[in-house]
């Protein structure tokens, strides 16, 4: 067989009756006539025609659902509807089939109807052949690039941050432990204790909550740097918007303060969104007809104002709203809703950490349109923040989205040395253990920023998907690790 050529590129090709060969995944097989193929190179697929000359009974009835197929023949103009070309095959090779009678033990479960999300989710190693998937992973592709190309072309340094981690104080959360003892067996010290000393790396460890301590300690270096990485959470907290492990992007920079730092997370969004606009534009707008059309069940109080390709362009079109968390408290005070006692969670004093039905309403009700909560309590935040000088609230920044709430957390870093060892001590931090961190304070320390942007909470909202666990190719949640 000669050079496969991808579909995307077909598609977009004169139909010349030029020979090309195509390799994919059969969708479906009409007529013992029509084959779709799609390659995973776009959303569309390619119909081949085949006939009895070039198909043998015995083959074509092992062109089923899913099966793998590779084919050659005339590049033509295409008589059907919705393709302008198509393939007039000469010959056909099954590299791989797929037994499509449900009747019998393994069969293919992608049959050519619609599927629930929940079902796919259960075969998740499967599902990235159906179309809803197909343009989620691509758009994820495409968003992973842009940020890249975001930061290259500025000049930031990539960082490679440690994915196994002694240090336990960024208090992000649950961290899971790392260690080669028998747990049946695990050596005591004269305390009583698990003695660590004898673990592989002679001291307890755990997955990463966050790189953005050793992101500090690059950036007092490169000047402007980010990792994108997996990091790991323990939480046991089972909601959409939650993974154990996911990706996150952590900028870093030297001489930003909270305005620069909020400038340029804007910038981020407002670019990489673009980019996936620009780029996989039929997956956005095939995810876009999805949820029209299961919005069509919904009684029409339920209906979103905006579809999502709206969305997406209202988002990078406005400014984001920018607001302290003073304000915000009275305004959710203040609100309808707080009144009526819509709230779970009633907002009566200054200080209470925000819940994300309140984060929520802020951006969907309140000011329609994301926004950015800036001076937090410091008892809310990490230890690292920079203190004001009301000596009640640091320097954090929160960027709340639509459906989503929370997508980025950052802050301007407390540069100065005995502001953090107080704050530290105050929070009961480990100061010898953390030398290594004080360090960036105590030679040649400046003012610096940073944040971190949930990768996945952006996939969530680019790709209009509800749950996390349809953003991430193998999700891993509370009592599930499967694949
Ligand atoms: P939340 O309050 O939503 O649990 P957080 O404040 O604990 O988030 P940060 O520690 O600020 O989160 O992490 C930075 C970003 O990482 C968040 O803004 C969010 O986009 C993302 N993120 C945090 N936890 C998770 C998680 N368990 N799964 C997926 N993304 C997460
Ligand atoms: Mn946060």
């Given at each position: 067989m000669q050079k496969r050529t991808k579909i995307k590129e077909l598609l977009l090709t004169e139909p010349t009756e030029q020979l090309v060969t195509v390799k994919g995944w059969v969708r479906t097989f009409r007529n013992n006539q029509f084959i779709a193929i799609n390659d995973g190179s776009t959303i569309n697929n390619?119909?081949?025609?085949?006939?009895?000359?070039?198909?043998?009974?015995?083959?074509?009835?092992?062109?089923?659902?899913?099966?793998?197929?590779?084919?050659?023949?005339?590049?033509?103009?295409?008589?059907?509807?919705?393709?302008?070309?198509e393939v007039a095959?000469?010959?056909?090779?099954?590299?791989?089939?797929?037994?499509?009678?449900?009747?019998?033990?393994?069969?293919?479960?992608?049959?050519?109807?619609?599927?629930?999300?929940?079902?796919?989710?259960?075969?998740?190693?499967?599902?990235?052949?159906?179309?809803?998937?197909?343009?989620?992973?691509?758009v994820r592709h495409s968003l992973a690039y842009a940020v890249h190309k975001f930061f290259n072309d500025k000049g930031f340094v990539y960082m490679h941050t440690p994915i196994i981690t002694a240090s336990d104080a960024e208090g992000a959360g649950e961290m899971f432990k790392v260690t080669t003892l028998d747990i049946n067996k695990a050596p005591l010290n004269e305390a009583g204790e698990i003695d660590f000393k004898q673990d592989f790396f002679g001291k307890?460890?755990?997955?990463?909550?966050?790189?953005?301590?050793?992101?500090?300690?690059?950036?007092?270096?490169?000047?402007?740097?980010?990792?994108?990485?997996?990091?790991?959470?323990?939480?046991?907290?089972?909601?959409?918007?939650?993974?154990?492990?996911?990706?996150?992007?952590?900028?870093?920079?030297?001489?930003?303060?909270?305005?620069?730092?909020?400038?340029?997370?804007?910038?981020?969004?407002?670019?990489?969104?673009?980019?996936?606009?620009e780029h996989n534009k039929e997956d956005i707008e095939f995810l876009n007809?999805?949820?029209?059309?299961?919005?069509?069940?919904?009684?029409?109080?339920?209906?979103?104002?905006?579809s999502l390709l709206e969305k997406l362009q209202f988002c990078i079109d406005n400014k984001f709203e920018r607001v302290t968390y003073t304000e915000a408290i009275s305004i959710l005070r203040e609100s309808n809703h707080n009144k009526k006692k819509k709230f779970q969670y009633l907002v009566n004093e200054w200080g209470v950490d925000l819940q994300s039905e309140h984060e929520r309403y802020l951006v969907e009700k309140h000011f329609k349109?994301?926004?950015?909560?800036?001076?937090?309590?410091?008892?809310?935040?990490?230890?690292?923040?920079?203190q004001n000088d009301d000596g009640k609230t640091v320097r954090a920044m929160d960027i709340l989205f639509p459906g989503i709430g929370e997508i980025v957390g950052g802050s301007q870093r407390e540069e100065r040395l005995e502001l953090l060892e107080t704050r530290m001590k105050e929070m009961h931090l480990p100061i010898e253990e953390m030398y290594w961190y004080l360090d960036t304070r105590r030679f040649g320390a400046c003012p610096h920023a940073g944040f971190g942007l949930g990768f996945e909470r952006l996939v969530l909202f680019v790709t209009g998907m509800t749950n996390i666990r349809d953003v991430i190719a193998f999700p891993r949640t509370p009592k599930s690790a499967e694949f």
């Open positions: 390619i119909q081949a025609v085949v006939n009895a000359e070039v198909a043998d009974e015995a083959t074509m009835k092992r062109i089923t659902p899913g099966s793998c197929v590779g084919v050659t023949g005339k590049l033509i103009a295409s008589q059907g509807k919705g393709q302008k070309v095959v000469t010959s056909i090779e099954i590299y791989g089939d797929a037994e499509s009678d449900i009747s019998k033990p393994n069969s293919y479960p992608l049959q050519p109807k619609a599927h629930s999300l929940e079902f796919l989710r259960e075969i998740a190693h499967l599902r990235f052949r159906t179309n809803t998937f197909g343009a989620i992973f691509r307890a460890t755990n997955l990463t909550v966050s790189g953005q301590l050793e992101g500090e300690l690059a950036a007092m270096a490169f000047g402007e740097v980010y990792t994108f990485g997996p990091t790991f959470r323990a939480e046991n907290s089972n909601t959409t918007r939650h993974l154990a492990e996911f990706w996150m992007i952590e900028p870093e920079m030297a001489f930003f303060d909270l305005n620069d730092n909020m400038d340029l997370a804007e910038e981020l969004l407002h670019y990489v969104i673009r980019y996936a606009l007809q999805r949820l029209l059309d299961e919005e069509k069940n919904k009684p029409q109080t339920e209906r979103s104002e905006m349109k994301p926004v950015i909560l800036t001076d937090y309590p410091k008892d809310i935040k990490a230890f690292y923040m920079r």
